[in-house]
């Protein structure tokens, strides 16, 4: 399975960007997918999670109400949606596959992507 991530950039704090995650290769064998995040200095982060069936969603406190994790199954793209964007969540963001279920553990986790830069300037 391999893992895309795209959509990162340079925006305001208090703006959006969405960012997309496109799946291939042997995707069935995958459950859920989720992002992560890593700050300069800091351990990886968990995000957010979404299951490829039925669409359970799994948050971060610290952006619950701001982001909102979806996904396209035909597509096999997963999307994050960042709104009120703070300079906290300056970071890389990778998208991750995994075959178990939902989860903040990023042990778990089977398959990453490369990570697109976010920065949000205040």
């Known amino acids: 399975v391999q893992v895309v991530e795209s959509g990162g950039g340079l925006v305001q704090a208090g703006g959006s960007l969405r960012l997309s995650c496109a799946a291939s ?3 069935f064998s995958t459950k859920v997918m989720a992002w992560f ?17 039925g669409g359970s969603t ?6 619950k109400g701001r982001f909102t994790i979806s996904r396209d199954n035909a597509k096999n793209t997963v999307y994050l949606q ?9 970071a890389v963001y990778y ?10 553990n ?17």
């Open 25 to 27: 290769g042997r995707t």
């Open 37 to 53: 995040r890593q700050a300069p200095g800091k351990e990886r982060e968990f995000v957010a999670a979404i299951t490829w069936s």
């Open 58 to 63: 799994y948050y971060a406190d610290s952006v």
């Open 82 to 90: 960042m709104n009120s964007l703070e300079p906290d969540d300056t």
């Open 95 to 104: 998208c991750a596959a995994g075959r178990g279920w939902l989860t903040s």
């Open 106 to 122: 990023y042990q778990t986790y089977d398959y990453w992507g490369q990570g697109t830069q976010v920065t949000v300037s205040s």
